[in-house]
């Protein structure tokens, strides 16, 4: 018996029940493709339940056979039947399916049809093409106010690693206010580079500039900076000028609004002095002690206080990296009780900047 096939549309189902309807938030197209056409056999309209199986390829001859669907009994009156495409192999009828051309290939009760039919858009497709993953929409298509709070949710898993990249989110005026789930936990970077809750972040006009946010650094080129840390008595100012103001606006390079702690480290035996220490008190009572001063060359502007705190008659001496000298000597020693020296290097050697006790 012969069979052929006499194709009346191929379209999908949303075009046909909701021709014009406007896409909304939570909308999409239906995973459903509705299948019509006549079947003849030898020159009669086929009658009656006919089983048929539906392939999708990638060409019209040949070519790879991207989705078979489940087997599907269907009833014909004068030739007609429609299908609808959903479930089959290797999964539910998806978009995934159509990222190229593709054509339908049928099989009625075992018998395959010829020639495959190529699958068509329709209208709801064309819409769903243009919100395509990396479509773009035009600002001017964006009404203002209508992107805030109550528009955009992003859930735990709705942003994958990549996905926002180069230029795909961009501020470009106005301030940033950002927080999770309640007022009490906004965005705060504190001053240890910490990322943590309780300060709003603003990003005003032109305050960044493509590129500056990069290698574990923030790189303000030109303006002036002003931040805080929970409170106006702990602001931080950094001017146009590169001047720093830490509790008080800057009128030098570096300007403090209020006492500076700096560290006090005892000794009992010889010690290395390192860029962490300031004041160094030596108890000499036991024996004698050798304090090392650090590379002068490195160190170029550091300032030590050094005193020693005993009555003993054991010296306390400090002393210079070779070649390195103190006020051109090798060393400068401290044989009395509260003997103190405060010494600073200028780069290359280290120098005595006063003494107390001598």
């Given at each position: 018996m012969k069979i052929n096939m006499s194709f009346l549309r191929v379209f999908l189902l949303a075009a046909a029940v909701y021709p014009l309807a406007p896409l909304t938030a939570g909308a999409g197209a239906p995973l459903k493709i509705n299948f019509q056409g006549r079947l003849a056999e030898s020159g009669l309209a086929a009658e009656g339940s006919k089983t048929f199986v539906f392939k999708i390829y990638d060409t019209s001859s040949g070519g790879n056979l991207v989705w078979t669907s489940a087997s599907q009994a269907l009833t014909l009156t004068q030739g007609?039947?429609?299908a609808a495409l959903s479930a089959g192999t290797p999964a539910a009828l998806s978009t995934a399916v159509f990222s190229g051309a593709r054509?339908?290939?049928?099989?009625v009760d075992g018998v395959t049809l010829a020639p495959r039919q190529e699958m068509m858009s329709a209208p709801y497709a064309l819409v769903a093409q243009a919100l395509a993953p990396d479509a773009v929409m035009p600002s001017a298509t964006i009404a203002a106010g209508s992107v805030n709070d109550s528009h955009v949710s992003l859930t735990t898993a709705a942003i994958n690693s990549g996905k926002f990249?180069?230029?795909r989110v961009y501020i470009s005026t106005g301030a940033f206010y950002g927080g999770f789930n309640a007022a009490g936990k906004l965005v705060q970077l504190d001053e240890s580079g910490r990322l943590g809750e309780g300060i709003i972040p603003v990003l005003t006009t032109a305050a960044i500039t493509s590129g500056k946010f990069g290698d574990d650094r923030v790189y303000?080129?030109?303006?002036a900076f002003f931040g805080g840390f929970n409170a106006a008595d702990k602001l931080v100012k950094l001017d146009a000028s590169g001047r720093l103001g830490v509790g008080v606006a800057p009128t030098s390079?570096?300007?403090v609004g209020g006492p500076i702690s700096l560290p006090i480290k005892?000794?009992?035996a010889n010690y290395t002095i390192t860029e962490n220490d300031s004041t160094i008190l030596a108890d000499a009572s036991t024996n004698i002690i050798e304090l090392t001063l650090p590379d002068a060359v490195a160190a170029k502007g550091r300032v030590y206080t050094v005193k020693k705190i005993d009555d003993s008659v054991n010296g306390v001496s400090a002393i210079a990296v070779d070649p390195q000298l103190i006020d051109g000597a090798v060393d400068i020693s401290f044989y009395l009780q509260w003997n103190t020296a405060v010494l600073q290097s200028d780069g290359s050697n280290w120098i005595v900047i006063s003494i107390l006790g001598f």
């Open positions: 007609v039947f429609s054509y339908v290939e049928m099989t990249g180069d230029d303000i080129s030109t303006g390079a570096l300007t005892t000794v009992t």
